[in-house]
C-alpha cells in the first residue's frame, strides 16, 4: 500500500523568502509518480509539480522546484521567493506506475502555508 | 476549453435521503475519481472508474455508489445520507499514463442536517 506523510500541518514564511514544506512516502512499487497541489481559500485543487522515480533531474516549475531524494523516500517542496498569494493549503500525492497497476492518487493531509507581508 | 464541471457547488439535505452529485469532464479522460476532503485527513478516494461499464470502490466507499454510462460523466450517490457524510466532495479526471496529473473539478459541499 502507498501511504504520503506530510509532518507539518501549517508553515509560516516571510514574503521573498523560500520555504521547504515536507513530503515523506511509503510504497512498494518499482515505479512511481509524486505530485504537488495547491488549494487556495477558494477551494480549487491546482497541479503544481511532478517528479517521476526514474527521472534523472528534480523538477522544476517557474519559482517550484521538487528536492527528490529517492533513498530517503521524500519528495519536498520548495517554494522560492514567496509571494502572497502562495498562502493556500499544498498537498504531496503519490502514483503507483506498475504495469496495470491503479491510476488512482493517494494524499497526504496537506501543509497550510503562510506567507507573512 | 476543456473543463470538469461539479454540481451543485453547494447542497444541504436531510439524513436518510438520497443525494446524487454531478460530475461532468469535457477532457475525454478515460479515468475519473471521486474523493473527500475532510479536515486532518487530506483527500481520500471514494470510488473511481478507468472507462464506461467500469467501476471501482476507493478507501472510503461505504455508503457511496458510482456508475459510468459514458465517457463524461461520473455521478455519485449517497444511497442514504448521514451525518457523517458531510464533507466537501471533489470529482477529477486524468487521461492515463504516467506522468498525468489529475484535473479537478471545483468541489461540492454537502452538509447532512
Known amino acids: 500500500a502507498q501511504k504520503i506523510t506530510q509532518t507539518q500541518p501549517g508553515m509560516f514564511v516571510q514574503e521573498k523568502e523560500a520555504v521547504t514544506l515536507d513530503c515523506t512516502y511509503d510504497t512498494s512499487d518499482p515505479s512511481y509518480g509524486l505530485f504537488w497541489y495547491k488549494q487556495p481559500s477558494s477551494g480549487e485543487m491546482i497541479f503544481l509539480i511532478y517528479q517521476g522515480s526514474y527521472d534523472q533531474q528534480n523538477a522544476t516549475e517557474g519559482r517550484y522546484s521538487l528536492n527528490f531524494q529517492k533513498a530517503r523516500k521524500s519528495a519536498n517542496l520548495v517554494i522560492s521567493a514567496s509571494q502572497l498569494g502562495d498562502s493556500a493549503m499544498y498537498f504531496c500525492a503519490m502514483r503507483g506506475l506498475t504495469q496495470g497497476g491503479s491510476e488512482k492518487l493517494v494524499f497526504g493531509k496537506g501543509t497550510k502555508l503562510t506567507v507573512n507581508p | 476549453d476543456a473543463e470538469i464541471t461539479q454540481s451543485p457547488r453547494h447542497k444541504i439535505t436531510e439524513t436518510g435521503r438520497q443525494v446524487t452529485l454531478a460530475c461532468h469532464q469535457t477532457?475525454?479522460?478515460?479515468?475519473m475519481f471521486w474523493y473527500r476532503q475532510d479536515l486532518g485527513h487530506g483527500l481520500r478516494l471514494i470510488h473511481y472508474s478507468y472507462g464506461v461499464q467500469d467501476t471501482n470502490k476507493g478507501e472510503v466507499s461505504d455508503g457511496y455508489s458510482v456508475s459510468r454510462s459514458n465517457t463524461e460523466d461520473l455521478p455519485l450517490t449517497l444511497e442514504s445520507a448521514a451525518s457523517s457524510q458531510t464533507s466537501v466532495y471533489f470529482c477529477?479526471?486524468?487521461?492515463?499514463?504516467?506522468?498525468?496529473?489529475?484535473?479537478f473539478g471545483n468541489g461540492t459541499r454537502l452538509t447532512v442536517t
Open positions: 477529477a479526471s486524468s487521461p492515463g499514463g504516467a506522468r498525468g496529473p489529475l484535473h
Open positions: 477532457w475525454n479522460h478515460n479515468n
